[in-house]
């Protein structure tokens, strides 16, 4: 275990909040693969501190820069002019919706980032408080009408994250796609190109768990979901604005809820609201579907998303094959990641991601691709002639031959 370096945080947080010192200092139980400790301070604030995981712990390719990712696309949302109730044209700008946080008030207040190992030997970041616990551990709690309330509120900061697109118009993660404002050595700091086209995008973040399969050799199916892959990425091609979508927005070991109680009334709810998410750091520009709360939607979730006024899922008509590809890949990375972080349920978890995906599989099987829509969409691109010019040319040659 690392050892919390007590004496050079309260350093550090003099800096940070000169106006109080740190008192007690509290490891947070989480999912989450950064280490959470609450910090208690002398003005009865409390702030979260979050510790990029130890060296011991295996990450995933797309898990190799989840602290400055995070940090990156938290700073991208509070500096961003195109939160949903200012943008332009919209009828809705100045129309509140009851009991639905607006997204300022979902994404925690970052105080100070460092990617670097030199202050505390990891990197590190340190946040106001978020109110409340994790969805999982409220919701035998909740009633029904309450956890619709909070799927409701998802479903709308969901809509609100992908009214923001691509700055540069490419799309990818947020490490491939944002510069990191924090890096305080941008020269040497690797470019930022993200992907012309959500279909490469996707197949890296797709390619990247499959090589993580492969070099664990978890035992998968991988020349059945790359053939399934090649014969039906081109659908994915019609996703041409790429959304921000934080994948693992719907989790309910993500989602942050608060519960409050009326003291006067025993038992009885004043309110219950959702507060953000404890972990921001699967950001990615792409489709929208692709967040993990679209592979089940509850109808409370789908009241949030529905909200909206301006239409972002592109190609609804063969939106279904988009999500049996996402499917895939979801079922994939839960595979894997138990290979790579072992715990007590693993096989129980594992179990389960092998049943998601062999369903998406058999289901896939079923799809019929449109090869020749295919070909016709490569030729158009390429310049080539179709094949009802093709079918023309050879009429005209035969009837001047008679």
């Given amino acids: 275990m690392y050892s919390l370096p007590v004496r050079r945080l309260k350093e550090i947080l003099t800096r940070v909040v000169p106006d109080a010192t740190m008192g007690a200092v509290e490891e947070l139980s989480s999912t989450q693969l950064p280490r959470l400790y609450s910090l208690s301070m002398s003005d009865d604030r409390k702030l979260l501190l979050s510790f990029a995981p130890s060296l011991a712990v295996r990450l995933l390719r797309q898990e190799a ?35 639905t946080p607006s997204l300022s008030e979902l994404v925690p207040k970052l105080l100070k980032h460092s990617s670097n190992n030199r202050e505390m030997a990891y990197p590190y970041s340190i946040f106001e408080h978020t109110n409340g616990a994790p969805l999982s551990k409220l919701s035998i709690y909740l009633s029904l009408p309450e956890r619709r309330l909070i799927y409701k509120q998802t ?11 691509s700055p540069n118009g490419t799309f990818g993660t947020v490490s491939q796609v944002l ?30 768990i499959l090589r993580d399969g492969e070099d664990m050799t978890v035992l998968l199916p991988y020349e059945t979901v790359r053939a399934h892959y090649q014969r039906l990425s081109w659908r994915l091609d019609a996703v041409t604005i790429p959304r921000l979508v934080v994948l693992d927005a719907g989790s309910e070991t993500n989602v942050m809820v608060d519960r409050k109680l009326d003291e006067s009334v025993s038992g009885s709810v004043e309110g219950v609201k959702m507060t953000g998410l404890r972990c921001w750091s699967q950001g990615i520009f792409g489709d929208p579907l692709i967040c993990d709360a679209f592979e089940s939607p509850s109808e409370g979730f789908l009241e949030g998303w529905r909200e909206g006024d301006e239409e972002v899922i592109e190609d609804e008509d063969h939106a279904d ?23 007590p349920d693993s096989s129980r978890r594992e179990l389960e991601g092998r049943r998601k995906l062999t369903s998406a599989l058999a289901e896939l099987d079923k799809v019929d691709a449109p090869m020749s829509d295919a070909l016709k969409r490569a030729r158009s691109l390429s310049g080539e002639p179709s094949d009802a010019e093709e079918t023309s040319k050879r009429q005209k040659l035969d009837d001047k031959r008679v």
């Fill in 179 to 208: 510069v990191d404002p924090f890096n305080i050595a941008p020269r040497t700091a690797p470019p930022v190109v993200g992907s012309p086209t959500w279909s490469e995008a996707f197949n890296t973040l797709f390619e990247g």
């Fill in 65 to 99: 820069t989840l602290l400055s990712s995070e940090a990156t696309l938290i700073y991208f949302i509070a500096n961003s002019e195109r939160r949903p109730a200012e943008m332009e044209g919209s009828p809705h700008s100045e129309i509140e919706v009851p009991n």
């Fill in 155 to 165: 479903g709308s900061m969901a809509r609100a994250l992908a009214s923001l697109t």
């Fill in 321 to 343: 094959i988009r999500l049996l590809l996402y499917r895939c890949y979801r079922a994939i990375s839960s595979i894997v990641a138990e290979h790579y972080r072992p715990q």
